[in-house]
């Protein structure tokens, strides 16, 4: 038997090594000294075993989210226990087997199971202390009155409506310890003149209500994503706001100089052209409309205005490419600088993403941009390979720590996917690409990498919004290399020559680029069948696809002969039959027959022709979501024209299975009218309270008073009759 690297082998005859997790069988080496000593890994299975880390890191944090209640400290006590346990065990695997307590095969299993537990027990601490850090009040009724506040930042809704968050906030007659630390605030069209500067300190008059929950049972929880951003309410204001304090301290001067160049740039340009440059550059997306949202994402070209790490890699290789070929150019007259020219453009280049982080407003997917790059660039300051999927596991180690809460968002998920797709295909890629001319390979290459990017981003695109653009590929191989030839050079241009007053031609160079951009969008998704709507996929799936996927790439990588029966083919079986899973589930989603919206102003029946509405819902968010889950793509108003529902339009009723009926109750008096109609085999819904105890009800009663501890409710039926799944009982509230 062998000892891994890392754990000193018994005394003993050379024997054969086994392989392990990301070793490869060519590089393990038996020690043939019987005295000799290992202290650590050779640096080659350390940087196989590294890939492992942020793996075993995302499982503890997924583990936190799915748990159905917050730890308490017991459960925190005992949690911790057992990762110390496990890293003692991990600790004390080689010194037993050295003394001949335990085999070393066995030495090999606590070593490398001790260590990925403990991890994994990290990672749900780490997300622990992240959600303890953030904490703060949630605003738990509905309030409306003055609010006052410092202005955080400014951006549109998915209604086209301009957004205020506000930072210390303070509420009317609300104590401190009961008013939340942020608000957002969208402003009705009469309330958008003369819109205050960041960082002023504002008041203005208007609704409040708590962070809305999902709209069905297994929907997008927003209440988690404003947990994160510190956002404890969430309103409208139909009346202006009143500047009240002017911004203080220096860092607001930076930001009003950032919101200054961003005005500078729509100026110039103009149009959305101008906005979407803005947005390019600064980060501000406040002049981006919902009309140029819609047409990006049925081409696949969303991503592209939003600050990513597509941007941050063209922006840093320019500012790489260009420094490189100057300073070799200064060398070639002469002078002899002493450091390497790749050391100093991959400096430079950190400083110029660095100071764009900075001037894109320093948002969370930029920061995530940020360190991937930095690490990248990092890489060739050690002589390390700047591409690897060591130094993409050393980026995703970093945001796990940072921002564990990151692993459960699409942009992490997606720019992992495709940098990990991008380092798998290198290898092929440089083999053939040596047999291509010259002239031929950008533009193959182009292809080859949009290609893979795609296929690795598309199925978690479409499970995280719910559509499947067909045409992406062909709109990204038109637009990305305007971006990296024409718009982020321009932009960069521009920058430096601002102070002089010469960033005119730049910015035209810019404004075309980003022209063309719009105009391709706008092509693509006209075309018949461009976007195909995409049912949301049942919880499980998306973690299966994702672990599967890891799991399979990395045991498949560290070069082991999966035709043997070994812990890596074992590995490489268990990822892809994850991944078999994943697409069976995914294959029969099974969406409720009956979703009861929130509040009771909705309720919508599934039919053969589709989800039939109760009524329309005037534009509801909430009915917007059932119906992009179902993978519908008809309109609230065609969904509440089809047949299944019949009666008067504030009392409206539907035949269910077994002789069951519903009843929908909406308007003044609906709760009075609800409590008549309460009968057995009936599901009620009343958007006021019908004053019925649970003993004086005899049928399934969802009033506006059930509702606020229920939260939306899905119904189906089988053999026992309905089944029903709320928000309460699927989602666990922060806080």
Same mark, same amino acid.
């Not at 060519?26 to 299975?45: D, F, L, M, W, Y």
């Not at 301290?249 to 803005?278: D, F, L, N, P, Y």
């Not at 660095?354 to 940020?370: D, M, N, P």
């Not at 459960?408 to 295909?425: C, K, R, W």
């Given at each position: 038997?062998? /000892?891994?690297?890392?754990?000193?082998?018994?005394?003993?005859?050379?024997?054969?090594?086994?392989?392990?997790?990301?070793?490869?069988?060519?590089?393990?080496?038996?020690?043939?000294?019987?005295?000799?000593?290992?202290?650590?890994?050779?640096?080659?299975?350390?940087?196989?075993?590294?890939?492992?880390?942020?793996?075993?890191?995302?499982?503890?944090?997924?583990?936190?989210?799915?748990?159905?209640?917050?730890?308490?400290?017991?459960?925190?006590?005992?949690?911790?226990?057992?990762? /110390?346990? !496990? !890293?003692?065990?991990?600790?004390?695997?080689?010194?037993?087997?050295?003394?001949?307590?335990?085999?070393?095969?066995?030495?090999?299993?606590?070593?490398?199971?001790?260590?990925?537990?403990?991890?994994?027990?990290?990672?749900?601490?780490?997300?622990?202390?992240?959600?303890?850090?953030?904490? /703060?009040?949630?605003?738990?009724?509905?309030?409306?009155?003055?609010?006052?506040?410092?202005?955080?930042?400014?951006?549109?809704?998915?209604?086209?409506?301009?957004?205020?968050?506000?930072?210390?906030?303070?509420?009317?007659?609300?104590?401190?310890?009961?008013?939340?630390?942020?608000?957002?605030?969208?402003?009705?069209?009469?309330?958008?003149?003369?819109?205050?500067?960041?960082?002023?300190?504002?008041?203005?008059?208007?609704?409040?209500?708590?962070?809305?929950?999902?709209?069905?049972?297994? %929907?997008?929880?927003?209440?988690?994503?404003?947990?994160?951003?510190?956002?404890?309410?969430?309103?409208?204001?139909?009346?202006?706001?009143?500047?009240?304090?002017?911004?203080?301290?220096?860092?607001? +001067?930076?930001?009003?100089?950032?919101?200054?160049?961003?005005?500078?740039?729509?100026?110039?340009?103009?149009?959305?052209?101008?906005?979407?440059?803005?947005?390019?550059?600064?980060?501000?997306?406040?002049?981006?409309?919902?009309?140029?949202?819609?047409?990006?994402?049925?081409?696949?070209?969303?991503?592209?205005?939003?600050?990513?790490?597509?941007?941050?890699?063209?922006?840093?290789?320019?500012?790489?490419?260009?420094?490189?070929?100057?300073?070799?150019?200064?060398?070639?007259?002469?002078?002899?600088?002493?450091?390497?020219?790749?050391?100093?453009?991959?400096?430079?280049?950190?400083?110029?993403?660095?100071?764009?982080?900075?001037?894109?407003?320093?948002?969370?997917?930029?920061?995530?941009?940020?360190?991937?790059?930095?690490?990248?660039?990092?890489?060739?300051?050690?002589?390390?390979? !700047?591409?690897?999927?060591?130094?993409?596991?050393?980026?995703?180690?970093?945001?796990?720590?940072?921002?564990?809460?990151?692993?459960?968002?699409?942009?992490?998920?997606?720019?992992?996917?495709?940098?990990?797709?991008?380092?798998?295909?290198?290898?092929?890629?440089?083999?053939?690409?040596?047999?291509?001319?010259?002239?031929?390979?950008?533009?193959?290459?182009?292809?080859?990498?949009?290609?893979?990017?795609?296929?690795?981003?598309?199925?978690?695109?479409? !499970?995280?919004?719910?559509?499947?653009?067909?045409?992406?590929?062909?709109?990204? #191989?038109?637009?990305?290399?305007?971006?990296?030839?024409?718009?982020?050079?321009?932009?960069?241009?521009?920058?430096?020559?601002?102070?002089?007053?010469?960033?005119?031609?730049?910015?035209?160079?810019?404004?075309?680029?980003?022209?063309?951009?719009?105009?391709?969008?706008?092509?693509?998704?006209?075309?018949?069948?461009?976007?195909?709507?995409?049912?949301?996929?049942?919880?499980?799936?998306?973690?299966?696809?994702?672990?599967?996927?890891?799991?399979?790439?990395?045991?498949?990588? %560290?070069?082991?002969?999966?035709?043997?029966?070994?812990?890596?083919?074992?590995?490489? #079986?268990?990822?892809?039959?994850?991944?078999?899973?994943?697409?069976?589930?995914?294959?029969?989603?099974?969406?409720?027959?009956?979703?009861?919206?929130?509040?009771?102003?909705?309720?919508?029946?599934?039919?053969?022709?589709?989800?039939?509405?109760?009524?329309?819902?005037?534009?509801?968010?909430?009915?917007?979501?059932?119906?992009?889950?179902?993978?519908?793509?008809?309109?609230?108003?065609?969904?509440?024209?089809?047949?299944?529902?019949?009666?008067?339009?504030?009392?409206?009723?539907?035949?269910?299975?077994?002789?069951?009926?519903?009843?929908?109750?909406?308007? +003044?008096?609906?709760?009075? +009218?609800?409590?008549?109609?309460? +009968?057995?085999?009936?599901?009620?819904?009343?958007?006021?309270?019908?004053?019925?105890?649970?003993?004086?009800?005899?049928?399934?009663?969802?009033?506006?008073?059930?509702?606020?501890?229920?939260?939306?409710?899905?119904?189906?039926?089988?053999?026992?009759?309905?089944?029903?799944?709320?928000?309460?009982?699927?989602?666990?509230?922060?806080?």
């Amino acid at each position: 038997m062998t /000892a891994p690297a890392g754990i000193r082998p018994v005394p003993s005859a050379p024997v054969a090594s086994v392989p392990l997790p990301g070793f490869a069988p060519s590089r393990a080496k038996a020690v043939r000294h019987p005295t000799a000593r290992q202290s650590r890994p050779a640096a080659a299975s350390r940087a196989g075993l590294f890939p492992w880390v942020p793996v075993c890191l995302a499982a503890g944090i997924s583990t936190w989210f799915a748990l159905p209640e917050a730890p308490d400290w017991r459960q925190w006590s005992a949690w911790m226990a057992a990762g /110390a346990m !496990a !890293a003692l065990a991990s600790r004390i695997a080689a010194p037993l087997a050295e003394r001949s307590r335990i085999g070393w095969r066995l030495a090999d299993m606590l070593h490398l199971g001790g260590l990925a537990f403990a991890l994994v027990v990290a990672g749900g601490c780490l997300m622990g202390l992240r959600s303890a850090h953030v904490s /703060a009040p949630i605003l738990q009724w509905r309030y409306y009155g003055p609010i006052e506040g410092q202005l955080m930042q400014i951006d549109r809704s998915a209604r086209d409506r301009i957004r205020l968050t506000l930072d210390q906030v303070r509420l009317e007659d609300v104590s401190a310890e009961r008013t939340p630390r942020r608000v957002r605030i969208s402003l009705m069209e009469e309330a958008t003149g003369n819109l205050p500067e960041l960082g002023q300190r504002i008041m203005v008059t208007g609704h409040l209500g708590p962070p809305p929950g999902p709209a069905s049972p297994g %929907s997008f929880d927003f209440r988690w994503h404003a947990w994160f951003s510190g956002i404890g309410a969430v309103g409208y204001s139909r009346l202006p706001a009143a500047s009240l304090a002017p911004p203080e301290g220096g860092s607001w +001067k930076m930001h009003r100089a950032r919101m200054a160049i961003s005005a500078q740039i729509q100026q110039r340009i103009g149009g959305q052209e101008g906005a979407v440059a803005a947005a390019l550059m600064t980060g501000d997306r406040s002049g981006i409309f919902e009309a140029t949202n819609k047409i990006m994402r049925a081409s696949n070209l969303y991503h592209i205005i939003s600050i990513s790490g597509l941007h941050m890699g063209m922006l840093a290789g320019f500012v790489y490419a260009a420094m490189r070929y100057a300073v070799i150019g200064v060398q070639a007259t002469g002078t002899g600088l002493a450091l390497p020219a790749h050391k100093i453009a991959a400096l430079l280049a950190m400083l110029a993403a660095a100071i764009y982080l900075w001037l894109s407003g320093g948002g969370v997917v930029t920061e995530r941009a940020f360190v991937m790059v930095a690490v990248m660039l990092g890489a060739i300051l050690a002589d390390r390979r !700047a591409i690897s999927l060591r130094t993409v596991a050393l980026a995703a180690t970093i945001i796990l720590i940072y921002s564990p809460e990151a692993l459960v968002s699409p942009g992490f998920q997606m720019s992992f996917a495709a940098t990990i797709a991008l380092i798998l295909v290198y290898g092929p890629w440089s083999r053939v690409s040596s047999r291509l001319p010259f002239w031929l390979r950008p533009a193959a290459m182009l292809l080859t990498t949009s290609l893979v990017a795609g296929l690795a981003t598309s199925p978690i695109a479409a !499970a995280h919004f719910n559509q499947m653009a067909h045409y992406g590929l062909l709109a990204n #191989l038109l637009v990305v290399p305007v971006m990296g030839i024409l718009v982020m050079p321009a932009g960069v241009i521009a920058a430096l020559l601002a102070p002089l007053g010469l960033a005119g031609p730049a910015l035209w160079v810019m404004g075309q680029g980003t022209a063309w951009m719009l105009y391709v969008a706008g092509f693509i998704a006209e075309l018949s069948g461009a976007v195909t709507p995409i049912i949301i996929p049942p919880g499980p799936a998306v973690p299966l696809m994702g672990f599967g996927a890891v799991l399979a790439v990395l045991c498949w990588r %560290s070069g082991d002969d999966l035709r043997r029966p070994s812990l890596l083919s074992t590995g490489f #079986l268990a990822g892809a039959g994850m991944l078999v899973a994943a697409a069976m589930i995914w294959l029969n989603p099974g969406r409720p027959l009956l979703l009861i919206a929130p509040q009771g102003e909705a309720a919508g029946l599934m039919t053969p022709q589709g989800r039939a509405l109760s009524k329309p819902a005037g534009g509801s968010f909430t009915v917007r979501t059932w119906l992009r889950e179902d993978g519908d793509p008809a309109t609230q108003q065609l969904s509440a024209e089809r047949p299944g529902w019949s009666g008067d339009k504030r009392q409206r009723h539907a035949q269910l299975p077994d002789g069951w009926q519903v009843w929908h109750f909406t308007g +003044k008096g609906a709760g009075a +009218k609800a409590a008549m109609a309460c +009968k057995p085999k009936r599901i009620i819904i009343a958007t006021e309270r019908t004053g019925l105890t649970n003993t004086a009800q005899n049928c399934l009663l969802f009033d506006l008073y059930a509702l606020r501890y229920t939260g939306a409710v899905a119904i189906d039926f089988d053999q026992s009759g309905p089944r029903i799944r709320t928000v309460a009982e699927a989602h666990r509230s922060p806080g």
